[in-house]
């Protein structure tokens, strides 16, 4: 019944700014870490920023500055605030979060569809 749903992808040119956000619905109990990882093509996923229930967060290093994770734990929405956009952040982003479920309580990892960004020279 849980569901993540991406949203924000599209077109901009480099140098410009783009949001994204994933919402979980359903049946959750509580979201854990909420994540956002990228894949461009012919390349291997790597993860973009996580940031902990507790509001830690950790950046690759390359878009740290650039980019903000934030959380709304009432929306159950993880957001991704790119700015100063490159080239080389075109890619598909997905969401992540690891959480329980009611009522079993069990930990587990959920993923978006995936969302695309492309970004422009």
């Known amino acids: 019944q849980v569901q993540l749903v991406e949203s924000g992808g599209g077109l901009v040119q480099a140098g410009g700014s783009l949001s994204l956000s994933c919402a979980a619905s359903?049946?959750?109990?509580?979201?854990?870490?909420m994540t956002w990882y990228r894949q461009a093509p012919g390349k291997e996923r790597e993860l973009v920023a996580t940031?902990?229930?507790?509001?830690?967060?950790v950046y690759v290093d390359s878009v740290k500055g650039r980019f903000t994770i934030s959380r709304d734990n009432a929306k159950r929405t993880v957001y991704l605030q790119m700015s100063s956009l490159k080239p080389e952040d075109t890619a598909v982003y997905y969401c992540?979060?690891?959480?329980?479920?009611?009522?079993?309580?069990?930990?587990?990892?959920?993923w978006g569809q995936g969302t695309q960004v492309t970004v422009s020279s």
């Open positions: 992540k979060m690891a959480m329980t479920t009611w009522p079993s309580r069990v930990l587990s990892d959920y």
């Open positions: 359903g049946n959750t109990f509580s979201i854990n870490a």
């Open positions: 940031i902990s229930s507790g509001g830690n967060i």
